[in-house]
């Protein structure tokens, strides 16, 4: 792996988007309502989870974690 391809890696987030199933790598974002906002998404309609544990708005990011994004919002 080249050191542009390193540093691509180290600043950028893993992203598992329920319930569309899709995934993402995106830029690193500073906090889970900065990830929400780049997914377009408002923080009373998603939850941001990280290893198992919820994050709140204002809970760090850091590079090459792996996060779940489900959305919570009712469809009908």
Same mark, same amino acid.
């Given at each position: 792996? @080249? +050191? &542009?391809?390193?540093? /691509?890696a180290t600043s950028? *987030? @893993? *992203?598992? #988007?329920q !319930? $569309? $199933? &899709?995934e #993402? +790598?995106?830029?690193? !974002? &500073?906090? =889970? /309502? %900065?990830?929400l %906002? =780049?997914?377009?998404?408002r923080?009373?309609?998603?939850l *941001?989870?990280?290893?198992? $544990?919820?994050?709140t708005p204002?809970r =760090?990011?850091? =590079?090459?974690d %792996?996060?779940?994004v489900?959305? *919570?919002? @009712? @469809?009908?």
């Amino acid at each position: 792996m @080249s +050191t &542009k391809d390193t540093a /691509q890696a180290t600043s950028t *987030v @893993s *992203v598992f #988007l329920q !319930p $569309e $199933e &899709k995934e #993402l +790598t995106l830029p690193r !974002p &500073k906090n =889970a /309502q %900065q990830l929400l %906002q =780049a997914l377009g998404l408002r923080a009373c309609t998603a939850l *941001v989870a990280r290893e198992g $544990e919820l994050l709140t708005p204002d809970r =760090a990011i850091y =590079a090459g974690d %792996q996060l779940l994004v489900r959305k *919570v919002t @009712s @469809s009908g």
